[in-house]
């Protein structure tokens, strides 16, 4: 029965990547000096510190708004589920895959998540709808990976290597973390290793002019490990504590683009401690499935740490956060719930959970 269901979702074809449509004021610029650019250090940080740069509840807050449109969808989906408190039956948790599957959490992580479920309900055991929802709750949270690596990462500097296709807002997510880190007393480097794209680097470019952090670019067509080798040194030489370093998104699924991350990664590591590392792959939300397979071609490639997921608040299909989590055994460290930088919140797995699954 489940079988033509599940046809009519099978994994989307990859849609082809487009360029990044942010309207910027570029400006050419050359690699600014330390003493121009470097923000004062503070004496001490606490490991970890970044994270108390946001408070606990503007992130419950931004959560509930942010995640909206995957609530009311989710709430809808589930108000006949949940509505009335019932014993499940076989029928109720098809009707619940489909509502999973639909919020885009991916047929793989819908049965795995209901998989427990489906073993009480053959084995005769009661299973009410109340009880199944709190139960449901909790194997999304334990879905959900967390990691106890301090960021940014110990180490001075430190490097923060981010992927991603184009169009994901890749490079004004580096803008808005490079923000945050120099907001709490952190030096920072931009890195402009997308060297295939004029206008890549000076979006990042004009991003440094903008929250006066400097740039370290080449021309356009230059060796991005070469670019990379430049930024690292740059950092070490100016006593810099992080290095976000912005990378080429286009063709995820060509040969030569994940060669090239592969050549750049074993520049960072010949130059930086991989404990001193943060490879960060950045997600759009709204692409929906089409993110795991963006997932896939990276991380069968380069070991990935972390995940940043963008546009959440433009989507409904808030489940690709579980997804991703659940099958590449990635945390998440980021999501972006709006324009303004201070809308890139710290992921928090409860408020987002309560979100979307709301008691």
Known sequence: MLKKFFKKFKKEEDVQTQEVKESLEVQTQEVKSAETHQPEIAETKEKGGFFGFFKKEKILEKFKKGLSKTKEKLSESFAELFEVDKIVDLQT?????????????????????????????LKGEALTTKQLKSFLKEQMLSFLKETDKPFPPDGKPSVLFFLGVNGVGKTTTIAKIGKKLKDNGYSVVLVA???????????????GERI???????????????????????????????????TAGRLHTKYNLIEELKKMVKVMNKLIPEKYQ????????????????????????????????????????????IAVSHKFNLPIRFIGLGEKAEDLVPFDKKAFVSAILPD
């Open 93 to 121: 948790l098809e009707d619940l895959e489909e509502k999973l599957i639909l919020a885009d959490l991916g047929v793989e992580t819908t049965l795995d998540l209901l998989e427990p479920f489906k073993d009480k309900v």
């Open 193 to 207: 290793a997308d060297t295939f794209r004029a206008a890549a680097i000076d979006q990042l470019k004009t991003w």
């Open 212 to 246: 006066d952090v400097p740039v370290v670019a080449l021309q356009e067509g230059a060796d991005p490990g070469a670019v990379i080798y430049q930024g690292i040194t740059y950092a070490q030489k100016n006593n810099i504590d992080v290095a976000l370093i912005d």
């Open 278 to 321: 943060e490879i960060i792959l950045v997600l759009d939300a709204t692409t929906g499935q089409n993110a795991l397979s963006q997932a896939q071609h990276f991380s069968s490639a380069i070991p990935i740490h972390s995940v940043i997921i963008t546009k959440m608040d433009g989507t409904a299909k808030g489940g690709i956060a």
